[in-house]
């Protein structure tokens, strides 16, 4: 049962959201790893940003890593603008319980005092842990509690860009996100 | 030592002390280092720290002195919001006569989480970390001449970043190799990692031929082991080696055996040279080599920190 709406709809609703409300030379943009980074790649292009594309890992930050220890793989966060005063718009591509959003906000500030942060993900699953909503939202979906919602991206090729969402049963023992 | 499992890895096969490089699978070296790479960045951020230790307490427990590698990892913890109690053992107890391992128990009982430990005696930390209670790591700072893993890490991080990987590298590792616990790390962590040559070089009496036996070449002149080369690595060359009789003088040592500008030339022109630090200026090494455009010796120090955060993170929370 494959309900998910394509990804290019959900960045066409959510550019026409965000458009009206940002100043592209002025609002900087970070994705979170890996999919929101993905996502936040084709915003910063569709919106016009100058500010060059910020990504952030959350995994230094994590509120699970007693439990579920370092993962593999961690990438650098990378914020290649003064992030003191800035005015930045998050993205994800998953809302769930919203440890992550706040994990990345932890992360934002160790590198300074941003003016203001805004939230925009593709999809919001519900069942928040965490007093966070998304500022700009694709759209809102129901999936089971045993299922995840996974991003995934073509490899390479002139499709390099196309995303595609899919609901897969959950694996392994990491906390929900 | 007659062991037949690794008592550095629990039974998963995960790293729970940091004791030697020897012995290590591949694959626990390889996420140590990739485990390093976002600790890097760390260090840009206005808050230079991160809570990965937040409640934990680090003891520096330095038997031996040595002010640069106990601040090294005195930051390190640091940045990962670890409390840090830094003990001098020199000054304290083991001069009133308290055994190694009753000092052990008493810190342990002061709820320790992880013991960075420097020694003069060879497997001093191998001792300590057979004794802690379960839960308690030991990271090996130094210990006597054999074995200075963190340091080998750092150096193997520095490697990879200007070198991209390790296949196909050669090494040549320079001064006294046999003393050198730098040295013997070093060694074991280019193998496990797949650099193909290995070479040491120094006079006979502290570079015999003997350590053909680790895998490496043995070469005592300086031109033919540089010649060709990727990675030159330096060791420090101790002062007390020249009141052994081991070496004649520090003059006669760096008409040999000092990395000049000229031998450096010998080397790929894109090689890169590496010193543990600190260095002895027109000792082991010309001073326009050590602050050269090949010089990567202060980026090593750099490295030095995210690579130990790696390794206490990966200890401390798996």
């Known amino acids: ?31 979170i790893h890996s999919g929101g980074v993905w996502v936040a790649d084709i915003l910063h292009r569709a919106l016009g940003i100058i500010t060059p594309l910020g990504t952030i890992d959350v995994g230094l930050h994590r509120d699970d890593l ?80 045993e299922d995840e919602i996974v991003l995934d991206r073509a490899a390479t090729g002139a499709h390099a860009d196309t995303l595609l969402l899919r609901i897969a049963p959950r694996t392994g023992q990491r906390a929900p996100d | 030592m007659t062991m037949t499992r690794n ?30 790479k976002p600790f890097v960045s760390v260090a840009e951020r206005e808050v230079k720290k991160v809570p990965v230790m937040r409640g934990k307490s680090v003891f520096n427990l330095f038997f031996e002195n040595s002010t640069r590698t106990r601040t090294t990892f005195e930051i390190a913890a640091k940045r990962l919001s670890a409390d840090v109690i830094n003990l001098n053992i020199n000054a304290s107890s083991a001069s009133k006569g308290e055994s190694l391992l009753d000092t052990i128990s008493n810190l342990s009982a002061m709820d320790a989480d992880m013991f960075v430990v420097r020694h003069a005696q060879s497997g001093a930390p191998f001792l300590i970390a057979s004794h802690v209670r379960e839960g308690i790591s030991v990271i090996n700072a130094g210990d006597g001449r054999h074995q200075h893993p963190t340091q080998a890490l750092l150096d193997m991080y520095t490697i990879r970043h200007y070198k991209q990987s390790f296949t196909g590298l050669t090494v040549a590792i320079v001064g006294d190799v046999l003393h050198s616990r730098v040295a013997r790390s070093q060694i074991h962590a280019l193998s496990i990692l797949g650099v ?32 060709g080369v990727d990675v030159v690595s330096m060791l ?5 080696r020249m009141d052994g009789g081991l070496l004649p003088s520090a003059q006669e040592y760096y008409k040999s055996y000092g990395l000049t500008a000229a031998r450096l030339a010998l080397a790929k022109p894109d090689a890169i040279v ?45």
Request: aromatic residues 4%.
């Open chain 1, 66 to 145: 007693e439990r579920s220890g370092l993962r593999t793989r961690m990438r650098a966060s990378m914020i290649p603008f003064e992030v003191a005063g800035a005015d930045i718009l998050l993205v994800d591509d998953v809302l769930h319980t919203g440890r992550t959003i706040r994990a990345a906000m932890n992360e934002l500030f160790d590198y300074g005092r941003p003016d203001r942060i805004r939230l925009a993900t593709l999809l919001d699953r519900g069942g928040r842990h965490m007093p966070i909503a998304a500022t700009f939202l694709g759209q809102a979906v129901s999936v089971g509690d």
């Open chain 1, 1 to 31: 049962m494959n309900t998910l709406p394509p990804v290019d709809a959900l960045i066409e609703t959510l550019c026409a959201q965000i458009r009206p409300q940002i100043d592209p030379a002025r609002t900087a943009l970070v994705g």
């Open chain 2, 7 to 36: 008592p550095q890895l629990d039974q998963h096969g995960a790293l729970k002390h940091l004791l030697s490089i020897e012995g290590l699978p591949r694959d626990v070296l390889v996420n140590i280092l990739d485990t390093a």
């Open chain 2, 236 to 240: 420090r060359l101790q002062n007390e």
């Open chain 2, 274 to 318: 590496l010193h543990p630090g600190p260095m002895n200026r027109g000792v082991e090494i010309e001073s326009s080599v050590a602050d050269g455009s090949q010089s990567v010796i202060l980026p090593q120090v750099t490295f030095g920190i995210a690579v130990r955060m790696a390794v206490m993170s990966i200890l401390a929370v798996g």
């Open chain 2, 196 to 227: 193909p040559e290995i070479r040491v070089v120094g006079p006979k009496t502290l570079v015999p031929d003997s350590f053909a036996r680790m895998g490496v070449r043995v070469y005592n002149r300086m031109e033919a082991a540089l010649t």
